[in-house]
């Protein structure tokens, strides 16, 4: 059996990366141990490694990381002490395949770790492109350092042949973020509002979801354009469900603002919602209000007018429902009254294209690492062009 060392270090990218554990866990072919490392392990985060542990895949090591700050220099800080945890999972597990996801420290320490000890490392998420942030950089820099490569669409997939990366490496599976939503099972909207503690009589009203993140290049603005949002919110006063930040420097700022707004009658906000009750308050929700990227790649698989606000995923392929509005309260109200009884365009959006796969994305990555051939082609790059 192969042996794949994932590794994960947030709650949103594992949500995404957890039907891909499963189907690597479920191959006959193919053994699962996971690193756990970053805000996983942090309980002003969720300590959502509990998640990964009641979803009962083998966890390798914690590597706590995670310097929890606003300085630039912590998330980089938090790497390099990542990196030094990693190494020593990856020296005494010997894995066949490392698989890391996205554009976070993870996946630059993964694809350095791969690189430099001669382990076959495999990137989903690579290819995508966005405006104003480090992301974009560190999604290409793990591009040249991966040996595999998984983007979650076409237009991904040709971005990687013209950084100068070798066909046989590149297999367009989609987004198995979307796989989620086939395997999840469904809740009725009753069970869903009483989890919540909504009164009954709310019912009737659009559910709003809400998931802001600061981006890097505006980390001072983070309390500033969440405090926008949550003022238009206060005037929408519809049920409203709202997920804490990832641990980017800035979102304490971002926290500070919805704690600010924590007594608004009909928000709930949450560090963690679990999985069931996530993917069904997007099955029912009325509109995704924020900057994360479930409304570029996940909300058109599931017909969800999304509202973009500010520059976060400016620049990225998307589909027909989201609209991309400024931090200001009164355009964010119009952007959600439209979400919501605009006929024309909840009409686009139910049919609108999503360019991100069929929701069956684990599998043909699982397939791909239980039959790519191991050898020096495969662990030595080079480039396509002179």
């Not at 820099?141 to 042949?161: C, G, M, N, Y």
């Not at 400016?314 to 109200?333: A, S």
């Amino acid at each position: 059996m192969r042996k794949v060392l994932a590794v994960t270090g947030i709650r949103s990218e594992y949500d995404i990366l957890s039907s891909v554990f499963k189907a690597i866990d479920d191959h006959p072919d193919l053994c699962l141990e996971i690193c756990v490392t970053g805000a996983h392990l942090a309980a002003s985060f969720g300590e959502t490694v509990k998640q990964i542990r009641a979803d009962g895949f083998t966890i390798a090591d914690e590597v706590e990381s995670l310097i929890n700050g606003d300085r630039k220099s912590s998330r980089l800080r938090g790497a390099a002490i990542q990196l030094l945890g990693m190494i020593q999972c990856a020296e005494r597990t010997q894995p066949d395949f490392l698989l890391v996801l996205g554009d976070r420290e993870e996946s630059l320490t993964t694809a350095a770790l791969g690189a430099y000890m001669d382990i076959p490392t495999a990137h989903i998420g690579g290819g995508d492109k966005v405006i104003g942030n480090v992301d974009d950089q560190v999604r290409h820099a793990v591009t040249k350092l991966a040996h595999i490569h998984f983007p979650t669409s076409a237009l991904s997939a040709e971005r990687i042949l013209k950084l100068g990366e070798e066909p046989f490496r590149i297999f367009n599976v989609g987004n198995p973020g979307l796989d989620r939503f086939r395997n999840t099972p469904s809740i009725s909207r009753e069970e869903l509002f009483a989890w919540y503690g909504f009164a009954p009589t709310l019912m009737e009203q659009p559910l709003i979801m809400v998931i802001q993140h600061v981006i890097s290049s505006e980390a001072e603005l983070g309390h500033e354009q969440m405090k926008a949002t949550m003022e238009a919110l206060k005037e929408l006063a519809y049920p409203t469900v709202l997920s804490y930040p990832n641990s980017d420097a800035g979102s304490s700022g971002i926290i500070r603002a919805i704690e600010e707004y924590s007594s608004l009658p009909n928000l709930r906000t949450f560090r963690n919602v679990p999985r069931l009750e996530f993917v069904n308050t997007l099955r029912q929700a009325s509109c995704l209000l924020g900057n994360s990227s479930l409304g570029v790649l996940e909300a058109p698989f599931l017909k969800l007018p999304t509202i973009n606000v500010g520059n976060r995923q400016k620049g990225r392929l998307h589909g027909d429902n989201i609209i991309f509005i400024d931090h200001e309260p009164k355009v964010i109200v119009e952007a959600v009254k439209l979400c919501l009884f605009d006929e024309n365009f909840k009409r686009q959006v139910a049919e609108g294209h999503n360019p991100f796969g069929d929701g069956h994305s684990s599998e043909k990555i699982a397939k791909v690492l239980a039959e790519i051939q191991i050898d020096q082609k495969l662990l030595f790059k080079e480039l396509t062009y002179e």
